[in-house]
């Protein structure tokens, strides 16, 4: 009972700082069962968090969106697919959207999420104007995607479209020509063909496109000089 007294007497700020040290979303749901005063500590604890990964966690919709809702400060999302099975579907990337701090979040994963569509994308990227990273690899984008990402990301410095079979060289060379920033690219797995890595060169020189054995057929005196 002492130790249930001490730990009463905690003001929420300083259960937060504690909440804040744990990694565990089920930790932090008993927490946030124990009492008000907890739930509350759980909740300013996800306010002061600048990053957040589900990635290994199996996710819904309405859990992921929760938790993202409270994380007024974060800046990089992780909710890439794991081996237990994520289940955000654009529904929940068009709630997540509706967070407060999507408009300064500079890194998204959205990994091998496979079932997300472009819609999905298009809602969350639209609000995301100060991204700087996006993973979005694995999943069945088209250019729909490249062209919301063209349209809302000025500050766009990397991006992984690993195995995006959908996504064309119309897609990437608008992607290319809008997103000035952009320094590095991955299409590993994409059927675009090698005539396009010389034309997003041509936009970009110094744009880095991995994996590096895409440009090993490529002549050399067809690449622009930096």
């Known amino acids: 009972m002492v130790g ?15 909440f804040v040290l744990i990694t565990s ?12 005063k907890w739930k509350q500590g759980v909740k300013q604890s996800l306010g002061r968090r600048e990053s957040l990964s589900f990635a290994g966690w199996k996710m819904d919709d309405d859990s992921t969106a929760r938790l993202v809702r409270y994380a007024y400060c974060l800046k990089e999302l992780d909710i890439s697919r794991s081996r237990w099975g994520c289940q955000i579907s654009d529904s929940g990337l068009y709630r997540i959207s509706l967070a407060k701090c999507i408009s300064n979040l500079t890194s998204i994963s959205l990994w091998g999420i496979t079932g997300i569509t ?7 990227i639209s609000r995301a ?36 079979r959908h996504v064309t060289e119309n897609g990437l060379l608008v ?19 090698v005539d396009c890595f010389i034309a997003l060169l041509t936009i970009s020189p110094v744009l ?19």
């Open 208 to 226: 880095k496109i991995k994996p590096v054995g895409l440009l090993l057929n490529v002549d050399a005196s067809m690449l622009p000089v930096v």
């Open 4 to 18: 249930e007294d001490e730990i009463d007497r905690l003001p929420i700020d300083l259960l937060a700082h504690i």
């Open 129 to 164: 104007n100060c991204l700087q990273h996006l993973n979005i690899g694995g999943t069945f984008i088209t250019d729909e995607s490249l062209y919301a990402i063209a349209d809302s990301c000025p500050h766009l410095k990397t991006i992984v479209l690993w195995s995006c």
């Open 25 to 36: 979303f089920t930790d932090l749901a008993q927490a946030s069962s124990v009492c008000r």
């Open 175 to 193: 992607l290319v020509n809008s997103c000035r920033k952009l320094e590095s690219i991955n299409l590993w797995g994409t059927r675009v063909p």
């Open 118 to 124: 472009d819609k999905g994308v298009g809602q969350l």
